[in-house]
T-cell receptor, first 115, second 112 residues
Framework: AQTVTQSQPEMSVQEAETVTLSCTYD???????LFWYKQPPSRQMILVIR??????QNATENRFSVNFQKAAKSFSLKISDSQLGDTAMYFC????????????FGTGTLLAVQP | NAGVTQTPKFRILKIGQSMTLQCAQD?????MYWYRQDPGMGLKLIYY???????DKGEVPNGYNVSRSTTEDFPLRLELAAPSQTSVYFC???????????FGSGTRLTVV
């Protein structure tokens, strides 16, 4: 069975600092996709970044980047120059459904950016 | 471009009542999903659809039902509401594996 684990329920970072959120997953698949979603207090789920397992290059979106270690089944999110607006719950998700495109989510990490 | 629209945003139901959560998308996505979010539990898949006329159960389907008569609409039906169905419900759609999901704004449902 596929699983996604986020071992940090809560984290805190000072504004302008860098923080890394951890995510590990378990699968026997070879081709899959990984995602990070952000859920601010507004409750809206927002896609932050995506990574295809076949691509060795780590994905980057502005201040957000990932460290994808396929052999270790690790997919961490790095947020650089943290801003107050980054305060949110962050979910790691693994696309496990193949033709059905289903996602399984971790339990989330609540990130607080302190002024 | 509205994306994924969910209605209502909030609802209180009494035990045993029924209701339908509406979900509509205007992006012509084939894939649509219903998830529920409980505190500390992440999101759990209730039902999904890979196209009009095709639906299937997810991880936690008991107490729910869905239909997909058009590409745009994917309503979720709750029959005989129970307190265990108190949750936040999200509808999402996707065009393919690579793009990820576009989510609706969610429905907070309380069953009392």
């Amino acid at each position: 069975a596929q699983t996604v684990t986020q071992s940090q329920p809560e984290m805190s970072v000072q504004e302008a600092e860098t923080v890394t959120l951890s995510c590990t997953y378990d699968t026997s698949e070879n081709n899959y996709y990984l995602f990070w979603y952000k859920q601010p207090p507004s409750r809206q789920m927002i896609l932050v970044i995506r990574q295809e397992a076949y691509k060795q290059q780590n994905a980057t979106e502005n201040r957000f980047s990932v460290n994808f270690q396929k052999a270790a089944k690790s997919f961490s999110l790095k947020i650089s120059d943290s801003q107050l607006g980054d305060t949110a719950m962050y979910f790691c998700a693994f696309e496990y459904g193949g033709a059905t495109n289903k996602l399984i989510f971790g339990t989330g990490t609540l990130l607080a950016v302190q002024p | 471009n509205a994306g994924v629209t969910q209605t209502p945003k909030f609802r209180i139901l009494k035990i045993g009542q029924s209701m339908t959560l509406q979900c509509a998308q205007d992006m012509n996505h084939n894939y649509m999903y219903w998830y529920r979010q409980d505190p500390g539990m992440g999101l759990k898949l209730i039902y999904y659809s890979v196209g009009a006329g095709i639906t299937d159960k997810g991880e936690v389907p008991n107490g729910y039902n869905v239909s997909r008569s058009t590409t745009e609409d994917f309503p979720l039906r709750l029959e005989l509401a129970a307190p265990s169905q108190t949750s936040v419900y999200f509808c999402a759609s996707s065009p393919d594996r690579e793009q990820g999901y576009t989510f609706g704004s969610g429905t907070r449902l309380t069953v009392v």
